[in-house]
C-alpha cells in the first residue's frame, strides 16, 4: 500500500467505522460462548415470543430459542461461509487465469470463454439451479459460492501472466523476479 493510500485511509472515518464493524462482528463470533449465555439451538416453549429483557437481550423467537444467540453463534457461519467460498473463488480464478495467460491458445479461449459463461449467468439463479442438482449441506454450500465467484478473479491473473509471455524488453525484469 501506497503513502498516499494510507494518509487517505486514516483521515476517512467511514473505513474506520466499517473496520470497526467487521472486527466486531468477528470478535463476537470468535467469542460466541462468552458473550452468549444460552443454547441457540434449545427449545423453551414456555418463553416463546419473549420481547428482550435481561435474561434474553434479543427477545426469543416462536420455538423460544435467544435470538441473541442464535445471531451471534449464526455469525460464526457465515463467516465461516465467506472466507472458506472466497479462498475457493481466489484459488480456482488465480489457477485458471494465470494458466491461460501463460499457457495462451487454446487454453487462453476455453478458461476465458468459460469464465464468460459463468459470469452471464445471474449469480443467485445459478446457485439455486447447483443446489437443486447437488445435496446441499454446508460444504456443498461453500464450494458452490466458491466455484462460482472463480470467473470475476480469472481475467485479473490472465492479464498479468500474458504480459510475461512474451514481455517487451522493459517488462523482462519484472516477469523473471
Known amino acids: ?35 452468549s449465555h ?13 420481547g428482550p429483557s435481561t435474561a434474553h437481550w434479543l427477545g426469543t423467537d416462536i420455538q423460544g430459542r435467544d435470538v441473541w444467540a442464535r445471531l451471534v453463534y449464526g455469525s ?15 484459488l480456482l480464478g488465480l489457477s485458471l487465469g494465470l494458466l491461460a495467460g501463460y499457457k495462451g491458445g487454446w487454453v487462453d479461449e476455453l478458461v476465458m470463454r468459460l469464465a464468460d459463461v459463468t459470469l452471464a449467468f445471474p449469480t443467485l439463479l445459478l446457485l439455486i439451479a447447483m443446489a437443486a442438482a447437488l445435496q446441499p449441506s454446508l460444504t456443498v454450500v461453500f464450494f458452490m459460492i466458491g466455484v462460482v465467484g472463480w470467473a470475476g478473479m480469472a481475467p ?14 522493459s517488462a523482462r525484469a519484472t516477469c523473471a523476479s
Open 76 to 90: 460464526r457461519v457465515s463467516l465461516t461461509a465467506g472466507i472458506v467460498s472466497q479462498a475457493i473463488a481466489l
Open 1 to 35: 500500500m501506497n503513502e498516499r493510500v494510507k494518509r487517505a485511509l486514516r483521515r476517512d472515518l467511514r473505513a474506520w467505522f466499517g473496520i470497526g464493524v467487521v472486527v466486531v462482528i468477528v470478535l463476537l463470533a470468535l467469542l460466541a460462548p462468552l458473550v
Open 38 to 50: 444460552h443454547d441457540p439451538l434449545e427449545i423453551d416453549l414456555v418463553n416463546q415470543l419473549q
Open 156 to 169: 485479473s491473473s490472465f492479464v498479468s501472466s500474458s504480459s510475461c509471455r512474451r514481455p517487451r524488453r
